[in-house]
């Protein structure tokens, strides 16, 4: 399906004239959606240093003061102390582990959330790129049958003038003008629409538009366009992911059980003065020790914990099952549109080249007064629906092509090869995954967020 990639290659474009690549790559860089949803991937990017920072030495400095009196002493003493103190975590049976992989399989997630955010902006620019087009060739359209139907209303005015026709003649021809008149403005509404909604989607007004490419080849049938949908669209592959980190995640709700060693390491400096005494005693001291402490009851917290931990697991994978049937839905939708929308256009193609010869009979006939003035404006209206018709079809028919591409996934600047660089998910997650902390790293990070920055 990569022959999507016809959408990079147009030829023969006029000169400033701006093609459905054009319009994608145009999205692609203006949308604030992918915006917030790159953040909210660096943001799941930073679970990941957390979670690695748990297995990691906390250091710590603390300062304190005592004021202490014994019954049956006057006086009073007084305590200072400056210390640092360190804490690591030796062993937990896992759990560190099992939330580290946790937060990579919900960064995977994210991802491909953000794909499926990329697919829905380039589905929307293309989206507006045929509706721009479509209601041009509306307004051409009206704008032809507007000046058809005053040399209609000319010619039946001349014919009344010599008495060939009747004032009731003239008037039908004048009302139908007027709501051709009333038409084309209808259709120039529909363009200013179609052109804010353009802005709207890529940051720019849309000049002169170029003929669409070639339609993206198709799979041979239904069921290869599925396969493929379930193999390659991020809702799915997001699912999938989610529903991993869901199964981490009962593991370590159960993990919660165990105990905890840690070590620790102390070293500090203290002062004791008497109240009514110049004496004090001033002293050194330091600690290390080992600690192995498991929570034998916590009032049903930790059961709870682990009970909720399977239902969201249960959750997980129920939406997973619910995701693919949606896709299959959708693929089966946009193949269904297709082919309604090739099938109308064949039948409108018949009816317009019926509805031409009609009206131009029916024209001549009129000249030689068979037929009345209605029934040429009929004609002319039977032959305006019709070509309308087939605008709307044909913007159906290239509409439903991309819709198709987008339920299989490949609705992607990847994969249309729209030739740009795209934002790398992985650049900010190498930055930070070690959970950084000294200059060097800080630094590589700062060229990182500020490369991303220049991206955007």
Do not use: C
């Not at 999205?27 to 920072?53: C, F, I, P, T």
């Amino acid at each position: 399906m990569a022959a999507a990639a016809a959408l990079s290659v147009v030829a023969a474009l006029p000169a400033g004239a701006q093609s459905l690549a054009d319009t994608m790559v145009s999205a692609y860089r203006h949308s604030a959606l992918m915006e917030q949803n790159r953040a909210v991937l660096r943001a799941a990017d930073e679970d990941v240093a957390n979670a690695v920072a748990q297995l990691r030495p906390i250091l710590q400095w603390v300062a304190s003061h005592q004021v202490s009196r014994i019954e049956g002493n006057h006086g009073s003493t007084r305590s200072s102390a400056l210390a640092l103190r360190a804490e690591i975590p030796l062993y937990d049976w896992g759990r560190s582990q099992l939330a580290i992989d946790s937060a990579k399989e919900q960064v995977l997630a994210t991802r491909q959330a953000l794909v499926g955010v990329e697919q829905d902006v380039l589905l929307g620019a293309t989206q507006a790129f045929f509706d721009v087009r479509r209601a041009t060739e509306q307004v051409s359209l009206q704008e032809n049958s507007v000046r058809v139907i005053g040399q209609e209303r000319q010619a039946a005015q001349d014919r009344f003038e010599v008495g060939e026709i009747t004032v009731t003649d003239v008037s039908l021809a004048e009302a139908r003008l007027a709501a051709t008149r009333a038409a084309l403005a209808a259709a120039e509404g529909d363009l200013e629409v179609a052109r804010e909604q353009y802005l709207a989607s890529t940051g720019k007004k849309p000049g002169q538009l170029s003929a669409p490419p070639p339609l993206p080849k198709l799979p041979a049938n239904l069921e290869a366009a599925r396969s493929i949908a379930q193999k390659n669209h991020p809702a799915i592959k997001q699912a999938q992911r989610s529903a991993a980190a869901a199964e981490l995640g009962v593991a370590a709700a159960a993990a919660e059980r165990n105990p905890t060693l840690s070590g620790t390491a102390q070293a500090g400096v203290g002062r004791d003065i008497i109240q009514g005494s110049r004496d004090y005693d001033t002293r050194l001291n330091g600690s290390v020790g080992l600690e192995l402490s498991q929570t034998i009851y916590s009032g049903g917290r930790l059961p709870a914990a682990h009970r909720k931990a399977m239902a969201a697991r249960d959750e997980a994978r129920a939406a997973l099952l619910s995701v693919a049937r949606d896709i299959n839905q959708q693929v089966g939708t946009a193949w269904a549109n297709i082919d309604v929308a090739r099938a109308q256009i064949g039948s409108i193609n018949e009816q317009i080249s019926a509805a031409q010869q009609a009206y131009d009979g029916v024209r001549e006939e009129a000249q030689l007064g068979a037929r009345t003035t209605l029934d040429v404006l009929d004609a002319e209206q039977s032959l305006l629906e019709a070509r309308a018709d087939k605008i709307t079809a044909e913007a159906n028919l290239q509409l439903a092509h991309y819709q198709l591409l987008a339920a299989m996934g490949l609705l992607t600047v990847e994969n249309l090869k729209l030739g740009i660089p795209t934002y790398d998910p992985s650049q900010y997650y190498n930055a930070v995954r070690d959970a950084p902390f000294t200059s060097k790293q800080g630094e590589s990070l700062d060229r990182v967020l500020r490369a991303i920055g220049r991206d955007n």
